[in-house]
């Protein structure tokens, strides 16, 4: 039977009316790359794909998201078939706390918009999951702290392995990302294309890399 692996891509939108959002600059990228990479390695996969520019890959199974409210019910959908969930999302850590049904009028007044959190939703899928269930996840920081803090996620987060990625991966064709694991390993394949990257990940997952 083939590994069933659930990827999250791309950015959310987070509505302040029908026709303003608030949004990252998050490509899809590296989701789109792991996607196909998991698809090249046999194995059965499912992609969430967020409002992105590229098009999935051929061969696998899309389901498209916009706001991380569509994306929780995709992953309350989907997570639970899955044998290893690549949390590679960039989910928006805060949202409008009020929508507006309408288009919202311009005027010559400041406006103040409440924010609210955004659930944590790969901490949500983690203190869930299966003991046969792995989840990988995602760290964007600054390089000089990037270690750091992407471990204290790992843990927080209840992860098995997290990516910790520079800032400057953002936008970039290359990453330099490191792999931390929950049981103390780290891995780092040193800067390779995205492309590369994935099928790296993807051979370590599936155990063939």
């Avoid at 899928?125 to 790992?154: H, N, S, W, Y």
């Avoid at 049981?183 to 990940?201: E, I, M, Q, S, V």
Wanted: with cysteine; hydrophobic share 40%; net charge neutral.
């Amino acid at each position: 039977m083939p590994l069933r692996v659930l990827i999250t891509a791309g950015p959310t939108h987070e509505p302040i009316d029908r026709v303003r959002y608030i949004a990252n600059r998050s490509s899809g990228a590296m989701g789109l790359a792991l996607a196909a990479a998991a698809r090249d390695a046999g194995c059965d996969v499912t992609l969430l794909l967020g409002p992105v520019a590229g098009d999935p890959p051929t061969g696998i199974t899309t389901l498209p998201y916009s706001s991380s409210k569509d994306l929780t019910s995709q992953l309350d959908h989907c997570f639970s078939g899955c044998d290893v969930l690549i949390m590679a999302a960039a989910v928006a850590d805060y949202r409008p706390k009020t929508y507006a049904d309408g288009k919202l009028p311009r005027t010559t007044n400041a406006m103040t918009l409440e924010l609210e959190p955004v659930p944590d939703l790969v901490a949500r899928c983690a203190a869930g999951k299966r003991p046969d269930q792995r989840i990988i996840g995602f760290a964007l920081e600054e390089p000089q702290v990037l270690r750091k803090r992407a471990t204290e996620k790992l843990k927080r987060k209840g992860l098995d392995a997290i990516v910790a990625n520079p800032l400057a991966t953002m936008g970039a064709a290359d990453i330099d990302a490191t792999l931390i694991c929950a049981n103390g390993d780290t891995l780092t394949p040193g800067p390779l294309p995205k492309a590369d990257f994935a099928k790296w990940l993807v051979g370590w997952i599936s155990g063939t890399g």
